[in-house]
Structure formats: C-alpha cells, structure tokens
C-alpha cells in the first residue's frame, strides 16, 4: 500500500493556466507537507497543516493556496502559473509531534 | 537563520570505496538531524536520523552518520559502496518549533558509483 500518494505525477501545462495537485496519506498522521525541488534539486518546505490548520508558510506567492479538507488530505492549488514554476512538488507527512517525515513520490510539473 | 551546508555537490566512487559525505548545520535549538535518500527518480526515503543519545547512528542499507556537536556536523559514511547506491543524498535539520517541524534541507549530494 502506498503511504503517501501524489496525482498527477506530471502535469504539463502553459503559462497563465490554474491547476492542483492532490495529495493523501493513510498512515494516520496529523501534519502534512508540501515542499519544492528546483532544478538543481535544492528542496524548500512551502507549507505545512496539521489537522486541516495552515501552522507553516514559507513566503510562497499567493497564487499557491493549499486545502486540507480533511487531516489524510492536502491539495495544492497554483494559480496564474508562471515558468518559474516548474519543479517537483513532493508532498509528506509526519504524526503530530514526530519528526520524521514520509514523503510521496512527487510530481513533475512543467510550465511551458 | 538555520541552514544546513553539504559540501561535496558530487561524488564519483567506484564499487567497494568508502563513502564520507559531509554535513554541517547551523541552528541555535535543540538538533533533530535526518540523512534522506533520492533514487533516480524516485521520491525521498530516510537513511536514518539522530534525535538523541549515542550520537553514531546507524541506518538502513549499510549507512552510519556520526553527530559531533562541537563541529556543528553530521556526516554519513558507509565503508563499501555499491552501484545501487547511486542517488542524490540530503541532509537535514528539523528547525521547527512549538511541536510542529520544519525541514532545512542541503543543497544534496550526487554520488556515482561505477562498477
């Protein structure tokens, strides 16, 4: 079983376009993630949620909005897409007060 | 501000050498340090992590890193590579607070090993 889930694992796209990346974790923890891995694979946090509450935003543009409907679930919404964009975006997850983190197997998004 | 520095961008072994890979941290708080894995493409899996205690540790697949606070360091090794040990490795301090993490990851380390 997967733990940590991504659709779509790549998503191409044009500029200007609105798109989401979906992703769920079953392993039952309460904080999710989302970090950014350029291309030079340098990997940044963006956001984190613990139990559907944003507790982490790391100056991200207000075009990424985030949603957790609900704790196994964090959803990243990019608006007005812009080359600078293009990245893999990895999801993860942690229990509430536990440090490790489980990621998911990212996805490759390319803004043309 | 926390950061964390690798200093080899990439490394090229051949099967059976030792591996060193360093890792030094810079962050006032208490140190919760990870070594991640990155496979070709494929997400990041964790090698291990120090929380506490003796500071080697001892991961999966072979792998150790020893915390030595004075030197701000955390540097993994492994005595005898292996191809399939070719990936892209990453260091990391939990620099969070109040109960909730964040990862400060380092730039990464390409390592290649040759049969």
């Avoid at chain 1, 559907?52 to 949603?67: A, G, W």
């Avoid at chain 1, 975006?89 to 197997?105: D, E, K, N, V």
């Avoid at chain 2, 496979?39 to 999966?60: E, N, R, T, W």
């Amino acid at each position: 079983d997967t733990a940590v889930s991504q659709t779509p694992k790549y998503l191409v796209t044009q500029m200007g376009n609105d798109k989401s990346i979906k992703c769920e974790q079953n392993l039952g923890h309460d904080t999710m993630y989302w970090y950014k891995q350029d291309s030079k694979k340098f990997l940044k946090i963006m956001f984190s949620y613990n139990n559907k509450e944003l507790i982490i935003n790391e100056t991200v543009p207000n075009r990424f909005s985030p949603k957790s409907p609900d704790k196994a679930h964090l959803n990243l919404h990019i608006n007005s897409l812009e080359l600078g964009d293009s990245a893999v975006y990895f999801c993860a997850s942690s229990p509430s007060g536990g440090q490790t983190q489980y990621f998911g197997p990212g996805t490759r998004l390319l803004v043309l | 501000a926390q950061s964390v520095s690798q200093h080899n961008h990439h490394v090229i072994l051949s099967e059976a050498a030792s591996l060193e890979l360093g890792c030094n941290y810079s962050y006032g708080g208490t140190v919760n340090l990870f070594w991640y894995v990155q496979y070709p493409g494929q997400h990041l899996q964790l090698l291990l992590k120090y929380f506490s205690g003796d500071p080697l540790v001892k991961g999966i697949k072979g792998f150790e890193a020893e915390f030595i606070k004075s030197k701000f360091s955390f540097n993994l090794r492994k005595p005898s590579v292996q191809w399939s040990d070719t990936a892209e490795y990453f260091c990391a301090v939990n620099a969070g607070s109040g109960g909730y993490n964040k990862l400060i990851f380092g730039a990464g380390t390409r390592l290649a090993v040759h049969p």
